[in-house]
């Protein structure tokens, strides 16, 4: 199998029962072998995603001062600065209907008002477009998971009904001054069950680590989303399927002033659902003790910030 698997999902929409089944087959074992790919035959428009670039482009052009007006923490909304080696910044916003099962909760500060930036009107609309285009084009992919582990059609959807997601439209600039030891995105594996990735064609690599240790590009394909499993997802399928730890290069000296604008989705299931061994032979041999998505997510992002 390729590094990163290329799969068109037009026999998916298509609606035809067999090539159903070879799309789930295709995307099983990307996520077992790779725990990543890229698909083409999505709904997700060209226009929108480069609708979305620019209209964000002003804000990271501002100064630091002023962005630091909406400076927050990861896991939260507004303008994440860069830390440390890594290069890039973002901009992060997420839904803000607050879901009725989770009010009173500590999940309940995952939601609420987002801090959009005064001086780019045309933001919020085209980045909400944006964002619910990805939910549909997720759900849409939960159920290709569904398949794939012979369960319910809406095994993992109906566990995913709150509408849990966040965008992070993440700005690599240009990297003249960066050092030998600079990555525009450090290694990472993502927290929840699947991230959406609009990437553009340039010179620093998005790099997926194999199972023996390697790093490998992940190349690029015009129109193509990027697609991988996360922790959550590794965990409900027993490990089954990958989290793969991934990071961006900066270019290569001969291109020093390259900028590169990536708009990512994560998606994670309902705060309260269940996260256990699913029902099926499908599932790997991992045996993890049950949790809610709420705490292995609250886990995971207390120690984002305890580091």
């Known amino acids: 199998m390729a590094a990163v698997p290329l799969i068109d999902l037009t026999p998916w929409y298509a609606a035809d029962p067999a090539g159903r089944r070879q799309v789930a087959t295709d995307v099983d074992r990307a996520l077992c072998e790779v725990g990543f790919l890229q698909v083409t035959g999505h709904p997700l428009s060209t226009a929108l995603r480069e609708r979305v670039r620019q209209e964000v482009r002003p804000f990271f052009a501002l100064p630091t001062t002023e962005k630091a007006e909406l400076a927050c923490f990861p896991g ?78 809406d095994f993992f959807v109906s566990r995913c009904t709150g509408n849990t997601w966040s965008v992070d439209l993440t700005w690599c600039p240009a990297s003249a001054a960066a050092g030998p030891a600079q990555l525009r995105t450090g290694e990472h594996t993502d927290v929840g069950t699947l991230t959406l990735l609009d990437r553009q064609a340039g010179s620093g690599e998005l790099q997926v680590r194999t199972v023996d240790g390697e790093w490998v590009d992940a190349p690029f394909v015009p129109g193509a989303l990027t697609v991988n499993a996360g922790d959550l997802l590794a965990r409900w399928t027993g490990d089954r399927w990958r989290s ?11 291109v020093p002033l390259e900028e590169l604008l990536s708009l990512v989705f994560s998606h994670q299931p309902d705060p309260l659902a269940v996260v256990e061994r699913l029902p099926t032979a499908a599932a790997g041999p991992t045996r993890y003790e049950p949790v809610t998505a709420g705490q292995f997510l609250r886990s995971r992002m207390n120690a984002i910030s305890v580091g």
């Open 244 to 254: 793969t730890p991934h990071r961006v290069l900066h270019p290569p000296a001969e």
């Open 76 to 153: 939260g909304r507004g303008w994440i600065p860069p830390a440390g080696p890594v290069l890039e910044e973002s901009f992060t916003f997420g839904p803000e209907q607050v879901p009725p099962a989770v009010v009173g909760t500590p999940e309940e500060e995952w939601f609420g008002p987002n801090s959009w930036p005064a001086g780019t009107p045309g933001l919020a609309a085209a980045a909400t477009a944006f964002a619910d285009c990805c939910a549909a084009l997720a759900e849409d992919l939960l159920r290709v998971f569904a398949l794939a582990l012979d369960l319910d059609d």
